[in-house]
């Protein structure tokens, strides 16, 4: 039996559009603003209620104190000297006190300055980074690519874990019109598929790859869609999966591979692709549907990795 998924991805490398990435790229929901700076504790995401974390005029990293610190086990304080506002925070092995509007605080007291000053804003005291790391005796890193926050381990989640259940595969009777999408690299059927959402990442797959994002970007030169994935892995397929109709196998475009220098890069996948003429085991020469498709089609984004071998992991679209 031919393995059609390893059969449509050799012929989509040589058919992914390499020629015509264009110079620059900008996120297609954002026309190039800044992302949200996020903050994640041992690898998973905070969720902030009003406030958000930011980074100020001078490019120094803001966070909301009192929801870091009370996540990291500490105690905050608040009191007022007049018109003078001041912050404590305090946690069984480190003391910081703090006044609003300054540079400078008292960390296990000595005095310490770093150059912003801690401000109110959105009734939310936010402190530079720095104060968190030395503060809060955490390890604490900026990450310029995904404009994250690192607190704390890096050791991701895996869907291997058990919060992460296998779903069985005939749930997904009504994405299979195209038979070669759950057979793994040996071409045998998965046990099953493990869906995540985008609030999951960054987590691992099995225990090889980290998928980190998936962003939608925008092409301005070619005028085009692409979908970005950002991995410890270069290379990787994805598949787009539409009820009742077939998969939407895409290759990465390889000349467009990002190394981000930090053990990740950017892989690349055009939206639209002439790959979509392979029909299951058929080249249908004359259709031009495939020119029509797009993203909000996908109810799941199949994230291919050939190191998966008893199920298959999907991301819900976060792109309808």
Do not use: C
């Not at 929901?29 to 100020?56: C, H, R, S, W």
């Not at 404590?88 to 006190?97: C, I, Q, R, T």
């Not at 595969?169 to 759950?182: H, Q, R, V």
């Not at 895409?250 to 392979?278: H, L």
Request: charged share 25%.
């Amino acid at each position: 039996m031919i393995n059609m998924k390893k059969l449509l991805l050799t012929v989509l490398a040589g058919v992914s559009m390499v020629g015509m990435i264009g110079s620059g790229t900008e996120s297609a929901a954002a026309a190039g603003a800044p992302k949200q700076v996020e903050v994640l504790l041992n690898t998973i995401k905070m969720k902030f209620p009003d406030a958000k974390p930011f980074q100020d005029a001078q490019g120094s990293v803001m966070v909301p104190i009192r929801f870091v610190s009370e996540a990291l086990g500490a105690k905050v304080t608040y009191s007022k000297e007049g018109k003078v506002s001041k912050v404590g925070v305090y946690s069984k092995d480190h003391k910081v006190d703090m006044t609003i509007g300054q540079t400078s605080a008292l960390v296990d007291g000595q005095k310490k300055d770093y150059g912003t000053q801690i401000m109110l804003k959105q009734n939310r005291t936010f402190v530079p980074l720095r104060l968190v790391s030395e503060g809060l005796g955490e390890k604490v890193e900026w990450d310029k690519i995904g404009r994250w926050v690192w607190i704390g381990n890096k050791d991701f989640r895996s869907t291997d874990d058990k919060e992460f259940k296998l779903t069985k595969l005939s749930d997904f009777k009504a994405y299979m019109k195209s038979d070669n999408l759950f057979r793994n690299s040996a071409d045998e059927m998965y046990g099953g598929v493990k869906i995540i959402k985008e609030t999951d990442l960054p987590i691992r797959l099995g225990d090889k790859q980290v998928v980190y994002s998936i962003d939608k970007l925008r092409d301005k030169q070619m005028n085009m869609d692409l979908i970005q994935v950002r991995s410890s892995q270069r290379g990787n397929p994805i598949a787009f999966m539409v009820k009742n109709d077939f998969t939407k196998f895409r290759g990465v475009i390889d000349a467009a591979f990002e190394n981000n220098g930090d053990k990740t890069g950017m892989n690349y996948y055009p939206v639209i692709s002439q790959i979509d003429k392979f029909q299951d085991s058929e080249y249908i020469q004359n259709y031009t549907g495939w020119m029509d498709f797009k993203t909000s089609q996908a109810d799941y984004i199949l994230l291919i990795d050939g190191d998966l071998y008893n199920y298959a992991v999907a991301i819900v679209n976060p792109f309808k």
